[in-house]
């Protein structure tokens, strides 16, 4: 029987760990450090935060005095800061090495692999300075590319903040004076593209890359109908009807497929999951960016939807046996509805206590997965912005399964109140159209 550990303490981490916690031949999941979700079932919290580079030291003792078959990692940032490299003779590591998580971490970088490998990708100038940044927006303007509007992109990594999409050249010159510092002053310029949004998400072996077979679609923006601040996500349900199965084949094959030979040709070693937030526009699929990593929410109702052993599939991902495995998926929908304390994702309440989870779980196909959570004085209570992923699957489609995650959420109650948006999936209920 295996055991395994999961680096971080969100609702992608709860989502993993539930959903390998299924495998007959698991029998531990240590979380590192986990929320006070994650410790269900098969499920235990190691009170250290590996995710934190300061950590590694104590992890490789951990891992030494209590050996796991194999490590996830669900954040970028300690990818970014070499955990692989630190665990890869400890323990089997599924993440990439900080050399590839440059493709998520350094926006440069990844407009530079795009670029040479032909990606479809929004017209970018890269910034080194203000100055650079006004002179771009105003050779874009001349080139014709900023008729949508502009968009401003930090170079490193800002936990989804440092994207400023304007509406016009003025705003854009306006974003560069006000927030041309806050993420530092290297920036991407970037023609704004128009369409319709989604992730796909593979897992690759380092030598190839296999695609879950649906599209999920996140919901950043803060409020309703996408108004609002750019967030972490708000929600997320899958398949998307967008992207059909034939689209996310020829993305895997045109997209990630170059992007991890890329990486290998680099000697970037990259097993882990790659994810590519899409843009489909009139002139086809366009990538916003990739990630190392899973995104959170995305994970939520993907773990719901995919059918394999999750244990088997990624421990060939580290074997390098992943032509091995065929992903299959579950008929149907999921949904997932976040939580958020009342101030997110400026500030966050903590300590609020938190109750009716058992019985928004006793809705057939509903699972309440945890992120900014904590146990005091034995009570549940809210730790952090996003504070509960409220998912629910169902083989029947998208409205039962978005039916039931707002029914399970009207069951939850936060002494300090949060708010959700109301409309996570409306789009796909619009546009009504069988899958
Ligand atoms: P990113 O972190 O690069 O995915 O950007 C965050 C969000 O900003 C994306 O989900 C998009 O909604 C938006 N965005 C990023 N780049 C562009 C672009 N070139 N055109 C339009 N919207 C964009
Ligand atoms: N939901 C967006 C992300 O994980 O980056």
């Not at 029987?1 to 760990?17: N, P, W, Y």
């Not at 209590?66 to 323990?91: C, F, M, N, Y």
């Not at 996408?226 to 972490?232: E, S």
Request: a negative charge; aromatic letters at 6%; proline letters at 5%.
């Amino acid at each position: 029987m295996a055991k395994v550990m999961i680096i971080g303490s969100g609702g992608r981490e709860h989502a993993l760990g539930w959903k390998i916690s299924q495998s007959p031949d698991v029998s531990e999941v240590l979380y590192s450090p986990g929320n006070a979700g994650t410790e269900e079932g098969k499920g235990r919290n190691i009170p250290l935060d590996a995710a934190k580079p300061e950590n590694f030291d104590a992890l490789t003792s951990q891992l030494r005095a209590d050996p796991v078959d194999l490590v996830i990692v669900g954040p970028e940032a300690p990818l970014v800061s070499g955990i692989e490299a630190r665990l890869k003779d400890i323990a089997p590591v599924f993440g990439p090495s900080s050399d590839a998580a440059a493709l998520e971490a350094d926006k440069f970088f990844s407009y530079r692999i795009m670029s040479e490998l032909d990606i479809p990708q929004a017209l970018s100038i890269i910034c080194r300075n203000t100055e650079d940044a006004k002179l771009a927006i105003r050779t874009m303007n001349g080139l014709g590319a900023a008729r949508n509007g502009l968009v401003m992109k930090a170079r490193g990594l800002t936990g989804g903040k440092g994207v400023y999409v304007c509406d016009s050249v003025e705003e854009a010159l306006d974003e560069v004076a006000i927030h041309g510092n806050k993420y530092g002053h290297e920036v991407l310029i970037a023609e704004r593209l128009v369409g319709e949004e989604f992730s796909v998400f593979g897992i690759s072996d380092g030598k190839r890359v296999i695609p879950l077979e649906f599209a999920v679609q996140d919901h950043k923006r803060l409020l309703d109908n996408d108004q609002g601040v750019n967030t972490g996500g708000m929600g997320a349900y899958g398949p998307t009807s967008i992207a059909k199965p034939q689209l996310i084949r020829r993305i895997s094959e045109d997209i990630l497929t170059p992007v991890i030979s890329k990486m290998r040709y680099e000697g970037r070693e990259y097993k882990g999951f790659i994810y590519a937030g899409i843009m489909l526009t009139e002139e086809g699929p366009k990538v916003l960016e990739f990630n190392v990593r899973f995104g959170d929410p995305e994970c939520q109702p993907a773990m719901m939807l995919v059918k394999n052993d999750l244990y088997h599939l990624l421990s060939a991902a580290v074997d390098g046996t992943l032509h091995e495995q065929k992903i299959e998926c579950n008929p149907g929908s999921a949904t997932c509805v976040i939580l958020a304390s009342r101030g997110y994702p400026e500030q966050h309440q903590k300590g609020s206590s938190i109750t009716g989870i058992a019985e928004a779980e006793n809705i057939r196909g509903v699972k309440v997965f945890h992120s900014g959570t904590a146990i005091k004085d034995g009570q549940l209570v809210t730790s952090g912005g996003r504070i509960l992923g409220v998912t629910a699957y169902s083989e029947h489609g998208i409205e039962i399964s978005t039916h039931r995650a707002y029914q399970a959420a009207s069951l939850i109650q936060i002494t300090d109140g949060f708010r959700y948006r109301r409309d996570i999936a409306r789009s796909e209920l619009n546009r009504n159209e069988p899958f």
